[in-house]
Each structure stands twice: as structure tokens, then as C-alpha cells.
Antibody, heavy 119, light 111 residues
Framework: QVQLVESGGGVVQPGRSLRLSCEVSGFTFSNYAMHWVRQAPGKGLEWVAV????????DYADSVKGRFTISRDNSKNMLYVQMNSLRAEDTAVYYC????????????WGQGTLVTVSS | QSVVTQPPSVSGAPGQRVTISCTGS?????????VHWYQQLPGTAPQLLIY???NRPSGVPDRFSGSKSGTSASLAITGLQAEDEADYYC???????????FGGGTKVTVL
């Protein structure tokens, strides 16, 4: 069965960095684009970034552009997001999600990992 | 402020029908991009509920249906059940932003 498991969340000070990981199984990872979507406490869903199936195309929300970098390792079935210059407003649960196409439906989601940016 | 808007909340008695609107513009829903809907039960991750405007993934009850017209889309829940209490989000693509866009979410309460 399809599984996506995020890890790497925690408490980090403003201005510091953190890398989140998403380990996938149950499907051919290299065939699918992948997204990061976040949800601040008590708030709605906010799209963060997308990466194409082969890593050649990446797009970001304006709120994270220049600070976050999405990447993948198809040999390890792993998706990543490197988050630099973190701000309090980056505090959220971060979900990885599989894209059926590219900017298509997000048909499978992980359980999320919480990132708290606080001094 | 999301570029696609949803009502913050809707409610209904068990067995009733409720609808959730998702209003966009000519750069997203009105441009012909598909609308997808997600259900987020309390304390859990979102799950795909309706895809490509009006299609249900396997396992989703036929009480849930979607439609799209012009710059808007709607999710309908018929025969409302207590287990349908959740947050619901619409999602599309916006060509001006070149990004995925989510509606702000709608909380469904079963009275």
C-alpha cells in the first residue's frame, strides 16, 4: 500500500535551518511529482513547493521562495525540503503529498511533521 | 487571503444535504483548471475526496459529489452523517501565480 512518512520536524530558533524528509513506499516514486503542503496551527492548507518526477522542475510559493529548496532522491525513494532562514510564520505541520500529474490532484498524503519556529 | 474562497462553516442535521462553494476567478477555476476536494478529519491529514471536479476515488461514498460551473465549484454532501464532521478544502491551479491554490477551508458541523 502507498505510504508517505515525514520526519525531521522539531523546535528551531528563528533564522536557523531545518531539513524535512519524506520516505515513500508502495509505488514507483520516480514516476510521480511530489509536493510539500503546510498547515499552521488552527489554519488552512498552504501549498509550499512541487518537484517534478525527475527533479528537473521545481516551483515554490512566494512565501518560501529563496528560503526553501525542494529535492528528491529517486534511488532512495526520498523527498526533502531544506528550510533556511526560518521565521515564526513558518510554524506549521508539513505534509508531503503525491501528485497524480503535475499540478494535478494530490492523491496520497503523509501524516505530517510539526515544525515550530520559536526562540 | 486565498485566491479561491470558501465559506468558513456550514452545518446541517443528520440526513440533510449541505453544499460548500469554492469561488475562484478567470485565472484558476474559470480558466478550466480542475478542482479537487479534500476532507480533513480532526487530527488527521487531508484525504482526497473528489478529483477533477466530479469524480470520487474508490472508497468514497456516493453521498459526496462535486460540480463545477464558470468560476466556481461546489461540493455536496447528501444524507449528512455524524462522521462527516470535518474540514473540507477545494484546490485548483492558478496560472497568474503559477501555483497550486487551496480554498480557505470549510468546517462542516452536524447538528
Amino acid at each position: 500500500q502507498v505510504q508517505l512518512v515525514e520526519s525531521g520536524g522539531g523546535v528551531v530558533q528563528p533564522g536557523r535551518s531545518l531539513r524535512l524528509s519524506c520516505e515513500v513506499s508502495g509505488f514507483t516514486f520516480s514516476n510521480y511529482a511530489m509536493h510539500w503542503v503546510r498547515q499552521a496551527p488552527g489554519k488552512g492548507l498552504e501549498w509550499v513547493a512541487v518537484i517534478s518526477y525527475d527533479g528537473s522542475k521545481k516551483d515554490y510559493a512566494d512565501s518560501v521562495k529563496g528560503r526553501f529548496t525542494i529535492s528528491r532522491d529517486n534511488s532512495k525513494n526520498m523527498l526533502y525540503v531544506q528550510m533556511n532562514s526560518l521565521r515564526a510564520e513558518d510554524t506549521a505541520v508539513y505534509y508531503c503529498a503525491r501528485d497524480y500529474g503535475y499540478y494535478d490532484k494530490l492523491d496520497y498524503w503523509g501524516q505530517g511533521t510539526l515544525v515550530t519556529v520559536s526562540s | 487571503q486565498s485566491v479561491v474562497t470558501q465559506p468558513p462553516s456550514v452545518s446541517g442535521a443528520p440526513g440533510q444535504r449541505v453544499t460548500i462553494s469554492c469561488t475562484g476567478s478567470s485565472s484558476n477555476i474559470g480558466a478550466g483548471y480542475d478542482v479537487h476536494w479534500y476532507q480533513q478529519l480532526p487530527g488527521t491529514a487531508p484525504q482526497l475526496l473528489i478529483y477533477s471536479n466530479n469524480n470520487r476515488p474508490s472508497g468514497v461514498p456516493d453521498r459526496f459529489s462535486g460540480s463545477k460551473s464558470g468560476t466556481s465549484a461546489s461540493l455536496a454532501i447528501t444524507g449528512l452523517q455524524a462522521e462527516d464532521e470535518a474540514d473540507y478544502y477545494c484546490q485548483s491551479y492558478d496560472s497568474n501565480l503559477d501555483s497550486v491554490v487551496f480554498g480557505g477551508g470549510t468546517k462542516v458541523t452536524v447538528l
